[in-house]
């Protein structure tokens, strides 16, 4: 973990424990990342609720509540999975917001609509509302979970409108 997410982590919990809120996380592509980095931090139990790890179609289905015929019809790694993965896990937790990835992290796996790179978030708040954002973002496996880790940081900070 860089310097930077752990800095972005810890400003995180911090904002969170002041409101006294708690997060949840549903991680495809990132495998635990999110999750392992926020609890890398001292007093993330006052946080972090719950991780996700729904790697496999069949884990988004059965753990998320994700609708099969949903990921067969706009594929995995799409804005509306995206979306059921984090309004899933939330309703599957005790979070005030859970954030979702699904992407392709490489170097395999990329096609001309959907390239290496492509990760879809969603962040879904108590308060009602679901964010969406679809990012490409470039470099090796590492640097792309790294930047998408960052960014899931940046959606749980928004979903506080701090």
């Given amino acids: ?3 930077a997410l752990r800095k972005q982590a810890a400003e995180l919990i911090e904002v969170y424990t002041a409101q006294g809120k708690m997060v949840a996380s549903a991680e495809s592509c990132t495998g635990g990342m999110i999750t392992a980095t926020l609890t890398a931090v001292s ?5 972090v609720d719950r991780g996700f790890v729904t790697y496999t179609n069949e884990a988004k289905a059965e753990m998320l509540g994700v609708d099969m015929a949903m990921i067969v019809e706009y ?3 799409s804005e509306p999975v995206a979306r059921a993965m984090a309004e899933g896990a939330l309703v599957r937790s005790q979070a ?5 990835v699904t992407g392709i992290a490489g170097p395999n796996g990329g096609t001309d609509a959907k390239p290496v790179g492509l990760v879809h978030f969603g962040c879904a708040s108590r308060d009602g509302k679901t964010m969406h954002r679809r990012v490409v973002f470039s470099g090796d496996r ?3 979970r790294e930047q ?3 960014m899931a940081f940046e959606l749980l900070m928004a979903a ?3």
Avoid: F
């Fill in 75 to 77: 594929g995995a790694v």
């Fill in 160 to 162: 506080l409108d701090v």
């Fill in 142 to 144: 590492d640097a792309v």
């Fill in 1 to 3: 973990m860089t310097p």
């Fill in 96 to 100: 005030y917001a859970a954030v979702s």
């Fill in 148 to 150: 998408t880790v960052a």
């Fill in 43 to 47: 007093g993330s139990s006052s946080v």
